[in-house]
């Protein structure tokens, strides 16, 4: 049985209390993972572990014990497979997301089958295939959108049933006396992890170890991997513009400068340095390649001057290019030193300003 993890640490809600990221508690299949005032949580044993949840998720906070993504892509490639199924090293199709799909196709020399045949007899099928079916139609649409003569077919494919070990048991043994032996050992060794897992979760806080790892910014392998398959990938003839809706890890950001107030909030919260400034704080900068559309950015802009553009040139996908959102004229304010974003008038920052308006108010002075 898979043992579920949360890296807080990677987790917008860690580090925005405005977060609105629901990702993982709409994806789980068995509806075991919550959030509340900001806090994410779920019960281990009820958890399934078709991996579906790290895989919806931007920042990829999640983790299983016993599959890693990346490296089943890799071993995929490797060796020369052309089918997705859950019966071989792969917990749910679902555990796979948009941009590992996307990078798969790309990469690999022959066209991939996802074989949603194990999906018909499946007690999770009912929320997982339609997001496998989904997430399909969205690299699919893509890889045309792309110009490139490679796809991702979803079929109902004959399978052979093997004997195969569960957790160092095979069914056959399972059903004998030895076999309920070992059975209920590996119970107890499997529930004492689970309580293990469900005291961490209780009692978790946040430590300085994690505060350093959500200052590094990190981008998740996936992202990685996506960077490395487009470099492979076709140029196309033209440079498409696609709606918005129709892209689910990526975007790009319109930023409205008569409304923001260079309040800093949107690039220093933003996990994986997408948005970011200079020294004087005097740009914003967005690297669309490093967006994962976690929506926290916005979520902090108090003026909602930051937003998502309503469309998205696939040229950004090829091409890595930082757009300038927004460039303000700093001056160091009179009063107290600090650097702050110049609009005209008298030479103070906003601090100051509403410092100087409430001493007025309470002498009295108009």
Known sequence: ?????????????????????????????????????????????????????????????????????INYLFAFLENDKDI???????????????EELLSLALIAPQKI??????????????????????RIEEVN?????????KSIAIAHLETITEE??????????????????????????????????????KNHTVTAEDIAKIKQKDLPDR?????MAMKRAKVPSQFHTLDIEDISFISQKDLDMSTCTNCQMCYRIC???ALSSDGKNSVINFNPLSCVQCHSCHDVCEPKSLTLRKTFNIESLFQAQIETLARFTIKRCDEC????????????????????????????IS
């Open 84 to 98: 997705l199924n859950c019966k071989e090293e792969l917990p749910c199709i679902a555990a796979l997301s948009v």
């Open 271 to 273: 996990p994986t340095g």
């Open 337 to 364: 030193g600090n650097f702050y974003p110049y609009r005209g008038g008298e030479n103070l920052c906003n601090r100051c300003k509403i410092e100087e308006e409430e001493a007025r108010e309470l002498w009295g």
């Open 141 to 149: 649409f893509l890889l045309e959108a792309m110009e490139q003569e």
């Open 223 to 227: 992202r990685s991997l996506l960077f």
């Open 1 to 69: 049985m898979s043992l579920l993890t949360l890296d807080i640490a990677k987790c917008v809600h860690t580090s925005n209390k405005f977060a609105i990221c629901d990702k993982c508690v709409t994806a789980c299949p068995v509806e075991t993972i919550s959030i509340n005032e900001g806090i994410v949580s779920f019960i281990p044993s009820e958890c399934v572990g078709c991996g579906g949840c790290d895989a919806v998720c931007p920042t990829a906070a999640y983790s299983l014990d016993d599959f890693k993504s």
């Open 113 to 134: 089958t996802a074989d949603i045949a194990p999906c018909m007899d499946c007690p999770i099928a009912l929320k997982n295939l339609p997001i496998i079916k989904d």
């Open 164 to 201: 195969k070990e569960v957790e160092g048991i095979t069914r056959r043994e399972l059903l004998s006396k030895d076999g309920l032996k070992k059975a209920v050992s590996m119970k107890r060794e499997f529930e004492n992890r689970v309580e293990a897992s469900s005291e961490e979760q």
